[in-house]
C-alpha cells in the first residue's frame, strides 16, 4: 500500500511539474513611474504603458476657453495635492471633450515635474474600477483615471458600483485618485432607463433620484454645446496658423463652410478633417510650427 502511495505521489508531482511548466509566466507589475499614461487590461488585471498619446496640444483647442480654464484649475490643484473634484465632460459631440481631458493632462504633467498620470478605463471596464484603485492606492503618482463616452443602458446596473467608488464607498476614492468621464448626455443614465423607472416604481420621484444621482457624484460638472458659425470658423484659422497652413484667407473659409454642409455640423471635430484634407491637398505635413 506504501509502495502504491508513493507512486501516486510520484505522479502526482510529475503532473504538478508538467502544468507549471506549460502555465504562462506571472506578469510582473507595472512600474507605475515607465509611463505618462497608461490603459488598463481588466481581463489581465494590469496597467498597459502608453509610449505616445494621441493629442492636440491646448492651445489649438478653440471654442471651449472657460471649460479649459475650469478643468486646468481644477487639475492643477489636484496635481499639488489639493482638493479637487471628480469631472464630467458632456454634451454635443465633436466638440472636444476627450481632447481637452488629454492635453490638460498634458499641459499640468509638464508643469508638475511628471508626477501626473492618465490612465484610461473602457466603458465596459468599469465593474473591475476596485482592482485597479487599488494598485493606484499604493502609488507615491498622482492619477487622472479617465472614461471616454461614459454611459449606461438598458438594465445595466453596473453604475451602483460606480456611485460607490466615485465617493460614498467604505474605502471611497483614494485621495492620488481623481476620475474624468466624458458623455453625451448630462445625467450618463439613457432616458429610458429613468423613465421605466418612474413608471415601475412605487415611489417613482425616489427612483428617479437613485439614477439622476450619479451624475452628482460628479463635482465640476462642464457642458459642450454646438458651436456657431463665426466659432467653427476661428477653429479653423486657429489650425491653419499653428500649422503654419499657406492658403487664402477667403478661399480657406469658403471651403470650410462647404466642408460643414458636407457634415451637416458645425464642431471642432469638423474643422479638424477640414483642416486635414486641407493640409493634404496643400501637400503639407501637419506639424505645428510653434
Excluded at 60 to 67: A, E, R, S, Y
Excluded at 275 to 283: E, F, P, T, Y
Aim: with cysteine; glycine share 8%; aromatic share 6%.
Amino acid at each position: 500500500m506504501a509502495d502504491l502511495d508513493a507512486t501516486y505521489l510520484h505522479h502526482l508531482t510529475r503532473i504538478a511539474e508538467a502544468l507549471e511548466r506549460l502555465s504562462p509566466p506571472v506578469p510582473a507589475p507595472t512600474d507605475l513611474a515607465s509611463a505618462d499614461a497608461f490603459t488598463w487590461d481588466a481581463d489581465r488585471a494590469r496597467l498597459q504603458p502608453v509610449p505616445a498619446v494621441s493629442r492636440v496640444e491646448l492651445r489649438l483647442l478653440q471654442g471651449i476657453m472657460l471649460q479649459r480654464d475650469q478643468l486646468l484649475e481644477n487639475t492643477r490643484r489636484f496635481a499639488r495635492g489639493l482638493p479637487a473634484n471628480n469631472a464630467l465632460l458632456w454634451g454635443s459631440r465633436g466638440m472636444g471633450k476627450s481632447s481637452l481631458v488629454k492635453s490638460v493632462h498634458a499641459a499640468v504633467n509638464s508643469e508638475a515635474g511628471g508626477i501626473l498620470a492618465l490612465v484610461e478605463i473602457h466603458r465596459e471596464d468599469i465593474g473591475s474600477l476596485p482592482r485597479l484603485l487599488q494598485l493606484l492606492r499604493a502609488s507615491n503618482r498622482r492619477f487622472i483615471l479617465f472614461c471616454d463616452d461614459l454611459s449606461f443602458d438598458g438594465q445595466d446596473a453596473s453604475y451602483k458600483s460606480l456611485k460607490a467608488i466615485l465617493e460614498g464607498g467604505i474605502e471611497g476614492r483614494p485621495e492620488n485618485v481623481v476620475f474624468y468621464a466624458t458623455s453625451n448626455r448630462r445625467h450618463i443614465l439613457a432616458r429610458e432607463m429613468i423613465e421605466n423607472e418612474r413608471s415601475t416604481a412605487i415611489i417613482a420621484g425616489e427612483a428617479v433620484e437613485e439614477k439622476v444621482s450619479l451624475s452628482d457624484r460628479f463635482g465640476l460638472w462642464l457642458g459642450f454645446h454646438g458651436c456657431n458659425q463665426d466659432t467653427y470658423l476661428e477653429m479653423v484659422q486657429g489650425y491653419a496658423a499653428a500649422f503654419g497652413l499657406k492658403v487664402d484667407p477667403d478661399t480657406m473659409r469658403a471651403e470650410a463652410l462647404e466642408w460643414t454642409i458636407t457634415r451637416g455640423s458645425r464642431s471642432g471635430r469638423v474643422a479638424w478633417q477640414y483642416i486635414q484634407d486641407l493640409a493634404g491637398r496643400l501637400g503639407q505635413r501637419l506639424d505645428a510650427a510653434g
